[in-house]
């Protein structure tokens, strides 16, 4: 088993899309400052907490595990530092100093930057990788967000999640009456 212990947690940075290749979207971290200057709505996103999950690697695997990750994350992230926090009675705490993360720059030619929820949902909606429907994925995201950091908020993922189920809605309804 690789991992040993892993952590509920919330991020400094914010989320945002992003493409290796068209039609893929991924949800990437980028800095703060970043998503600021890309997202035409940047003060909905002001309001949000981050949710992700921090990984402590057994050392016996660690090799292993960081190649792995370094393949993975080879379309332009950069392995970055930074404090995993978490929030205990409102207020944020630093659970891990100094964890590895990857982290996207605009300079990343495959960066997107900000795009319009609708495109975005129905992108995910009709998308279809390795790994099954991009819908049930963000669906499986969304919900994982809710119960694993009930604490936080992300407006953005949630909206989107909103978005995909009414084009799911939608063509279920056009399926019907057909």
């Known amino acids: 088993m690789y991992r040993v212990q892993i952590f509920p947690s919330v991020s400094l940075y914010y989320c945002c899309e992003c493409t290796s290749k068209n039609p893929r979207r991924v949800i990437t971290l980028i800095h703060k400052e970043d998503w600021d200057h890309f997202s035409a709505s940047a003060i909905i996103h002001a309001l949000c907490c981050y949710a992700g999950m921090a990984y402590i690697i057994n050392p016996l695997y660690e090799s292993e595990v960081c190649d792995y990750l370094d393949y993975r994350e080879k379309d332009g992230y950069t392995l970055e530092t930074l404090d995993v926090y978490t929030i205990e009675d ?25 795009e319009l929820l609708g495109d975005l949902a129905d992108r995910i909606w009709r998308s279809v990788g390795l790994s099954g429907r991009n819908k049930d994925y963000s669906y499986q995201l969304a919900e994982s967000v809710r119960r694993l950091t009930p604490a936080s908020f992300d407006s953005h993922l949630f909206a989107l999640e909103d978005r995909v189920r009414k084009l799911d809605d939608k063509n279920s309804n056009e399926t019907e009456a057909q």
Not at 92 to 112: D, G, L, Q, R, T
């Open 90 to 114: 409102g207020m944020e705490k630093v659970i891990i100093h100094n964890a590895y993360c990857y982290v996207s720059h605009p300079h990343n030619p495959s960066f997107v930057g900000s």
